[in-house]
């Protein structure tokens, strides 16, 4: 008997990571993961679901714990042998008012979003099997024109661009902040934007390994910006519902017969590296 499949969903406790779990609830053929920081408010969570009559199941998992990704992995790999399904969700925005100088808003938005992200990648991509699909939450503020240096863009673009490099630049970006170069050096004034240029274009990077090393597996990596969605991330102020908001993620796990492209709320393709980004 085959085993059934198995989808994870990181922080997705609340907002749009909330409403991924509830679509997979509703259409997925196997086991829904969500994960959550804080355990009390992940089986809240998953509580909420089962009074919708939807049934998800729940594992602690910080991405920005090594010993917590582990423990996850460690998990799914005894318990279930594999993974089908992995949305990369978890993320951090610092909000307009913080008060946290940009350094360290810089620090810890790309140890969170890029770093971690990349972390646990590195840690469950072993456990894909054939034919899984990886979503990456990516933003509107994720497409490559939100970088203002035209050298940077044609770095962050490159067909040899590599994980390491991509970490690097991540880096580049950080130590700027911390100088207080990141205007003069071309990378403007928004780190979560920084971030999440890195997470597309670790996305496309993950899709061209996967084509390159494993072809016959038919392993699938997209990105995705869900919209301007009423989440505490957007201080309750975006226009779209959790349930549209979730409707690009679901679309690139369930629907999409595509691999390595950058889709946008609406679930149309749009070309990552445009000289501009659609209206949000």
Not at 204 to 231: K, L
Request: net charge neutral; aromatic share 8%; glycine share 6%.
């Amino acid at each position: 008997m085959a085993s059934k499949k198995v989808a994870v969903v990181t922080g997705g406790n609340k907002g749009i990571g909330f409403g991924i779990v509830k679509g997979l609830c509703e259409r997925f053929d196997g086991e829904v993961y969500l994960t959550s920081r804080d355990v009390t408010r992940g089986r809240d969570a998953v509580d909420k679901l089962k009074k919708l009559g939807l049934k998800a199941l729940y594992h602690q998992l910080d991405i920005t714990d090594q010993n917590s990704i582990d423990s996850f992995k460690e998990y799914i790999k005894s318990k279930h042998g594999g993974l089908d399904l992995l949305v990369n969700n978890a993320a951090i925005a610092f909000k307009q008012t913080a008060k946290e100088p940009f350094s360290i808003q810089a620090k810890e938005t790309i140890f969170v979003n890029y770093f971690s992200t990349l972390k646990l990648c590195e840690a469950l991509f072993p456990l894909l099997r054939n034919n899984a699909r990886v979503v990456n939450l990516s933003s509107s503020l994720g497409h490559l024109s939100q970088i203002p240096s035209v050298d940077l863009r044609s770095k962050f673009n490159s067909k040899d661009l590599d994980i390491p490099t991509l970490s690097k630049l991540m880096e580049k970006f950080v130590k700027d902040a911390e100088a207080n170069r990141h205007k003069e050096e071309g990378w403007g004034n928004s780190a979560y934007s920084v971030s999440k240029v890195g997470v597309s274009a670790l996305s496309i990077i993950q899709q061209r390994m996967f084509d390159q090393e494993a072809p016959n597996r038919n392993i699938v990596v997209n990105h995705v910006h869900p919209g301007y969605v009423d989440t505490d991330m957007t201080s309750h102020m975006g226009p779209l519902t959790i349930d549209e908001g979730a409707r690009s993620a679901l679309f690139a796990a369930l629907d999409a017969d595509f691999k390595g492209k950058y889709v946008w709320y609406d679930c149309t393709v749009v070309e990552w590296d445009a000289p501009n980004a659609p209206s949000q």
